[in-house]
C-alpha cells in the first residue's frame, strides 16, 4: 500500500528551524515529483517546495526561497525539507506528495498524500 509519512514538525520561535521529513512506503520516490505543500485553516492548500526525486531537480515558491531548502535520500526513500529563518506566516499544516509527473504547484498533479505535520512559528 501506498503510503507517505511526514514528521519534524512543531513549535519554535520566529526565527528557528525545522527539518521536515517525508518517508514514502509501498513504491520508490525515484523519479517521482515530490512536492511540499502548506495549508492554513480557510485557507487553499499552497505549493512551498518541490524536487524531482533521483535528479534533484528543485522548485520553491518565491517566499521561501533562501530559506528552505528540498532535499532527498533515495536509498530512504524519503525527502525533506530543510526550513530555516522560519517566520510566523510560515506556520501551518506541512503536507508532502507524490506523482509521476504534472505541475508542481498544482494540487491536484499529485496522487498519494500524507497525513501532514504540524509547524508552529510565533514571534
Known amino acids: 500500500q501506498e503510503q507517505l509519512m511526514e514528521s519534524g514538525g512543531g513549535s519554535v520561535q520566529a526565527g528557528g528551524s525545522l527539518r521536515l521529513s517525508c518517508a514514502a512506503s509501498g513504491y520508490t520516490i525515484n523519479r517521482k515529483l515530490m512536492g511540499w505543500f502548506r495549508q492554513t485553516p480557510g485557507k487553499e492548500r499552497e505549493a512551498v517546495a518541490a524536487?524531482?526525486?533521483?535528479?534533484?531537480?528543485?522548485y520553491y515558491t518565491d517566499s521561501v526561497k533562501g530559506r528552505f531548502t528540498a532535499s532527498q535520500d533515495i536509498a530512504r526513500n524519503t525527502v525533506y525539507l530543510e526550513m530555516n529563518d522560519l517566520k510566523p506566516e510560515d506556520t501551518g499544516m506541512y503536507y508532502c506528495?507524490?506523482?509521476?509527473?504534472?505541475?508542481?504547484?498544482?494540487?491536484?498533479?499529485?496522487?498519494?498524500w500524507g497525513r501532514g505535520t504540524q509547524v508552529t512559528i510565533s514571534s
Open positions: 524536487i524531482v526525486a533521483g535528479p534533484g531537480a528543485t
Open positions: 506528495a507524490a506523482t509521476n509527473g504534472g505541475a508542481w504547484r498544482v494540487p491536484k498533479s499529485y496522487d498519494y
